[in-house]
């Protein structure tokens, strides 16, 4: 996944609080690293006591982690696990099955069991933006070379998009199951030049076309079902100085963080997605078996991320 960077940030900055010298007379008590994501319906946060002493330390956290949406007042309980991770160490990471949602704020609270100070921080998840699909545009040149190219206009972004990841859809006449193939590579995109809450997406078909190619069997028993295109969008916290994602310097203590009454951070992750049909006309000249032999325009729908049921490549 294009977005693993986002994860591996927040391991390094977990390991740098984990080896850091204390902070002595403080009546902070804990340190918060997490990332709530569209994607998933279990979210998961690293809660870290602080000690005055020299030496880390994997005790139980004795807390109580609730999350509260702001603007229905619904609380969520958290539950402690121990997690070994990749160089050896342990720590306490405190999940929920949540669902996030878009334009929404979530507020994280840590509270010892034997105390009252709250440790606590906030996230805005990134609003839902407007997703316009262009009829897609063909071109022959000298007649032997084709052309053909799809723009998708992204309204409302608040910020330039972390990933982009598309997608084409096939399905299997042999069992009529749905298969997607993700391609490796990002579109291209760019900022509108006259309008910046527009961000455009420009998919070249051809390219696209030789690359599935070499990947899968095109052909009258794997028509096409769809494309489609998802992007990632960090809060407006998530922004680091100079907008350099620089683990060296995301790594040390107190560049990024949103927390009162404690150390760490705590971030949002928005993901948006469209799909679409391309016309008959277009994916026949392409190469492609289309899903039905009606030529239209195209149909284009929205749905919220992580519904997907699909077998994926």
């Known amino acids: 996944m294009r977005y693993l960077p986002l994860l591996f940030i927040c391991c390094t900055l977990v390991a740098c609080e984990d080896s850091v010298s204390p902070i002595i007379q403080t009546d902070r008590q804990f340190t918060i690293y997490g990332t709530l994501d569209m994607d998933q319906d279990t979210q998961y946060v690293r809660v870290i006591p602080i000690r005055p002493n020299l030496i880390a330390t994997t005790s139980d956290p004795n807390a109580i982690v609730r ?16 997690h070994t991770f990749a160089d050896g160490t342990v720590g306490h990471i405190f ?10 704020t979530y507020r994280l609270e840590v509270q010892p069991r034997d105390g009252e100070l709250i440790t606590s921080a906030e996230t805005t998840v990134p609003r839902q933006p407007t997703a316009t699909v262009f009829p897609e545009s063909l071109e022959r040149i000298f007649t032997t070379r084709l052309v053909v190219r799809q723009r998708v206009v992204w309204e409302g972004l608040e910020q330039a998009p972390f990933a982009i990841e598309q997608w084409y859809r096939f399905l299997r006449l042999a069992d009529f199951t749905y298969m997607d193939v993700e391609l490796s590579y990002d579109p291209l995109s760019r900022r509108n030049a006259n309008d910046p809450s527009l961000w455009e997406v420009e998919m070249d078909l051809v390219r696209d076309k030789d690359t599935l190619k070499t990947n899968i069997p095109i052909g009258p028993g794997l028509p096409l079902a769809g494309l489609g295109l998802r992007i990632t969008v960090l809060d407006d916290d998530f922004v680091p100085p100079g ?16 927390v009162d009454n404690g150390f760490g951070f ?48």
């Open 95 to 104: 999940f929920a099955p949540l669902r996030i949602r878009a334009g929404e």
């Open 243 to 258: 907008n350099d994602f620089d683990p060296e310097l995301l790594a040390q203590p107190g560049t990024l963080s949103n």
């Open 67 to 82: 999350s509260i949406e702001l603007s229905t007042a619904s609380v969520v309980e958290w539950r402690d696990s121990v």
């Open 266 to 313: 705590l971030a949002s992750v928005g993901r948006f997605s469209v799909e679409w049909l391309l016309a008959d006309t277009t994916a026949i000249s392409l190469g492609f078996t289309p899903l039905d032999a009606k030529d239209g325009p195209n149909k284009v729908w929205e749905h919220p991320p992580g519904t997907f049921a699909f077998e994926k490549h």
